[in-house]
Each structure stands twice: as structure tokens, then as C-alpha cells.
């Protein structure tokens, strides 16, 4: 499968480049970062066959325009999204598959999970997420703590660190008066979330159009 990446020179990109080039089952097509050029996108976009984007909003929005002209599939792992934003993106569904998640390891979205499944067994506890990431990134809370605050289906009290290079470490914390539980997860390397989006990529690339999240492809694969 060949692959372009959009925010290629980034740090998540940079990762997901050198899996691919090891990989022998995905070939890159190119990448993009803030140097190129759009007549340099247009052609990435075209001798590729899914697009992997970790980028800025503004990049993904360039990169979707042509996906979406060419008839691309399109993965993005940016964060920083506006509502308005989301609204456009689902629009550009209508013409491609996209899936957006603001994390892709297996892990997180398991908590998420059990997040759901707890949520009115918890509904009387104090909760709260501590969201800690490196100190170059520049969402806060990042959209992991939001994913994570949505599953639970009611606000959290959040508190966003960001520290040295720390690839991201989430705890959620629900305590009443006599005990305290504690859902966490902690990402070793950058590799986890890049493998998951290459997981997904091979899952979405023969999907027909909409917009789908890590949900629907864990669904599929391991039925939760």
C-alpha cells in the first residue's frame, strides 16, 4: 500500500516514516511538511493511496482539499480541532473515508472504553484527568484528555503538564469519600501510535466513504 505523509518532518512523522521504509507491506509515496510546495502535495496526493496526516489544522485542511479532489482515503492524528472544524471535516466524509483519532494506541481506547461502560456506576465519585505530554506540545488539554472526558460522558477537572519529552501519560481518577479508582496508561515510544495508524490505514483504505474513529475499526477487528 503506498502511503503519503502529511507532516512528515514533525516528530510522529518522522517515526511513521522509518516504520514504513522497514515495513513489507506499506511503501511511502512522499511526504509533506511546511517547506513544500501545493504543486508538491498534488503529487504526493496522486501516487498515493491513503493519507496518513500528523500535522497543524490548517496542513490537514490543505492536505483533505486535494485528498478529497483525487479520491483519497485520509487518517489524521492532529489535535487542535475546532467544532467548526469537525463540521468540515465530516463534510469532506461525504466524498472519502477519513478516520480522525487524537490517539491511536490500543490502550487508550480501551480505557475509553471502560470509561463508558462505568460511567453511571461512577456518577456520584469526584473525577478528574491528569493529561502529561512532552513540553513542545502545544494543545492544552490535549485531545487525548478530551477523548477521555467525552467517554466518560461528563466533565472532568483537568490539569495539562507538560514536561521534558514525555510521549504522553494519562490517568483518570474517580474518588469518593471512602475509595479512590484509577484508570492510567502511559506510552513508552511514539512507535505505538504510528503502528496504530497504520493498522487503521490498512483497515480504511477499501472503506467506503464516511467518517470513522478508532471505535469503528476496533469493532471490527476485536469486537469491542
Known amino acids: 500500500m503506498k502511503v503519503g505523509i502529511i507532516g512528515s518532518t514533525g516528530r510522529m512523522g518522522a517515526v511513521l516514516t522509518d516504520l514504513i521504509l522497514s515495513s513489507e507491506n506499506f511503501d511511502l509515496s512522499g511526504g509533506i511538511s511546511s517547506k513544500n510546495s501545493r504543486e508538491d502535495l498534488e503529487n504526493v496526493v496522486k501516487e498515493s493511496e491513503i493519507l496518513i496526516d500528523f500535522?497543524?489544522?490548517?496542513?490537514?485542511?490543505?492536505?483533505?482539499?486535494?485528498?478529497?479532489?483525487?479520491?483519497?482515503?485520509?487518517?489524521?492524528?492532529?489535535?487542535?480541532?475546532?467544532v467548526e472544524d469537525m463540521v468540515k471535516m465530516r463534510g469532506y466524509a461525504r466524498s472519502i473515508p477519513i478516520l480522525h483519532a487524537s490517539n491511536f494506541s490500543l490502550g487508550i481506547q480501551l480505557i475509553g472504553l471502560l470509561l463508558e461502560k462505568s460511567a453511571n456506576a461512577l456518577s456520584d465519585f469526584d473525577f478528574a484527568i491528569i493529561d502529561k505530554h512532552h513540553n513542545r506540545k502545544k494543545d492544552a488539554p490535549s485531545g487525548t484528555a478530551l477523548f477521555l472526558e467525552n467517554q466518560a460522558g461528563r466533565k472532568a477537572q483537568i490539569v495539562s503538564l507538560r514536561l521534558g519529552n514525555i510521549?504522553?501519560?494519562?490517568?483518570?481518577?474517580?474518588?469518593?469519600?471512602?475509595e479512590v479508582l484509577t484508570f492510567s496508561h502511559s506510552a513508552l515510544n511514539r512507535r505505538v501510535f504510528a503502528e496504530g495508524a497504520l493498522n487503521c490505514a490498512h483497515w480504511l483504505v477499501d472503506r467506503g466513504a464516511g467518517f470513522y474513529s478508532m471505535r469503528d475499526y476496533l469493532s471490527e477487528k476485536i469486537g469491542v
Open 55 to 82: 500535522s497543524t489544522p490548517i496542513a490537514t485542511f490543505d492536505a483533505l482539499e486535494v485528498a478529497v479532489r483525487h479520491k483519497k482515503a485520509f487518517i489524521t492524528g492532529t489535535t487542535g480541532f475546532s
Open 167 to 178: 510521549f504522553g501519560e494519562h490517568s483518570c481518577e474517580f474518588a469518593s469519600e471512602n
